[in-house]
């Protein structure tokens, strides 16, 4: 059903301002892996320890969106956003003024905070705020999260490791920013009211909307363990199987310019076919392209092609998620979190089987991981039609 502008949540301007948002949100996240040179050479740091500020910004984003989720149906949509975006500017300029290590990793948790508020805020409103179009504006949100994760790490080349609290104070800036401008034009309302007949399903039917959003947390939790998994440890296997490390660290870039630019490619798409049919032939192609990654001729280009099958998951899931369990407004807050926890935790648990395996199984291992997102895919499709009925 087609919805009338008065309908929609947000304006025009607080739709751009949503997508610099998420260009902000992209360039945090972004940082934390190239400033820890600087970051090492500021607080004399182990590796590990430079590393715990990413992980406390993940962890931050847990609890920023099971946080908001748990408030945001007694608090308006600009005032979870401009809180969002608040704690996202404290977070920054505390992480860029730090004098000491532990209040670093206290900003980092806190501008993760901001962070999980701002994924989840507008994840969730888009989903619902744009009619029939929000699988397509889901795609275009989320693809600008990639455009600011390309220019995070262009601007520290630019300074260097050592500038990072000039980037990470522009971050603040720009967060400062939208803490007005991101939140005006966005529509109070928090949702709409389920209608009357969902409203107390019968047993047998809460049981099956259980299994549909169990079935989503898998889903994510597998695709986004085969997205870092890709991004981590692509490199390390181009450069084992004979490539140098100029042209794995190139298709590395690739892999995420093309997972950016696949959910632009997709949005003509979203207006054709149902979003269960997108995942679908998603899963089906990052299987097929790991696969052929195991040819060392054309690994580099297989990679590229994951990141453009496995570009509109994430958005396009939500919306199918939102299409079928109405009922439960909340259900993305938990499948957003579920997305970072996964990508904490793939990584790790991936070098686990590569310690006992070998690098030659990278390629391997991700397929495994693929293949259960396509079969969890095929079953979810077959879930939601039987709730449905």
């Known amino acids: 059903m087609k919805s009338s ?36 050479h500021e607080f004399g740091l182990s590796p590990s320890a430079a590393a715990l500020g990413l992980s406390l910004h993940f962890t931050g984003g847990v609890a920023g969106v099971l946080a908001f989720n748990a408030v945001h149906s007694r608090i308006s ?12 500017a404290a977070g920054a300029a505390g992480f860029a003024l730090a004098p000491n290590w532990p209040l670093a990793l206290a900003a980092a948790f806190l501008g993760g905070l901001g962070f999980g508020g701002i994924d989840y805020g507008l994840n969730q409103l888009f989903a619902v705020g744009f009619g029939d179009r929000s699988t397509a504006m889901l795609n275009v949100l989320n ?45 109070t309302r928090v949702s709409d009211a389920p209608p009357a007949s969902a409203a107390a399903p019968t047993a047998s039917r809460a049981l099956g909307l259980s299994r549909v959003l169990v079935g989503f947390l898998v889903l994510y939790i597998l695709n986004v363990a085969v997205e870092a998994g890709v991004g981590g440890w692509e ?9 140098t490390a100029t042209v794995a660290a190139s298709a590395t870039s690739l892999y995420w310019l093309m997972m950016t630019a ?26 097929v392209c790991l696969l052929l990654t195991l040819v060392k001729g054309v690994a580099p280009v297989a990679y590229a092609g994951v990141g453009l099958f496995i570009a509109p998951v994430f958005p396009t899931g939500l919306a199918w998620l939102n ?31 590569i310690e006992a395996s070998g690098i030659h199984a990278v390629p391997w291992l991700l397929t495994v991981l693929s293949g259960a997102s396509l079969l969890a895919t095929l079953r979810l499709i077959r879930l939601t039609r039987r709730s449905a009925s």
């Open 262 to 287: 696949g959910r632009f490619l997709v949005v003509p798409i979203t207006m054709r076919h149902a979003p269960e049919r997108i995942l679908a032939v998603c899963a089906a192609g990052m299987t």
């Open 235 to 243: 490199p390390t296997h181009l450069e084992t199987v004979g490539y």
């Open 77 to 88: 949509n600009r005032a979870l956003l401009a809180w969002s975006y608040g704690l996202m």
């Open 5 to 40: 502008a008065a309908d929609r949540l947000f304006s025009r301007p607080a739709a751009v301002a949503s997508c610099v948002g998420f260009i902000l949100i992209g360039m945090v996240q972004s940082l934390y892996g190239p400033v820890i040179p600087g970051l090492r």
């Open 143 to 187: 693809a600008h999260f990639g455009i600011g994760a390309v220019l995070g790490p262009a601007i520290v080349a630019w300074l260097g490791p050592d500038g990072y609290p000039y980037a990470f104070g522009a971050c603040a800036v720009l967060a400062a920013v939208l803490v007005a401008a991101g939140s005006s034009g966005v529509r």
């Open 323 to 353: 299409s079928a369990l109405p009922q439960a407004r909340r259900a993305g807050a938990w499948v957003i979190a579920a997305s970072n926890v996964g990508g904490v935790a793939a990584p790790p648990l991936l070098g686990v089987g």
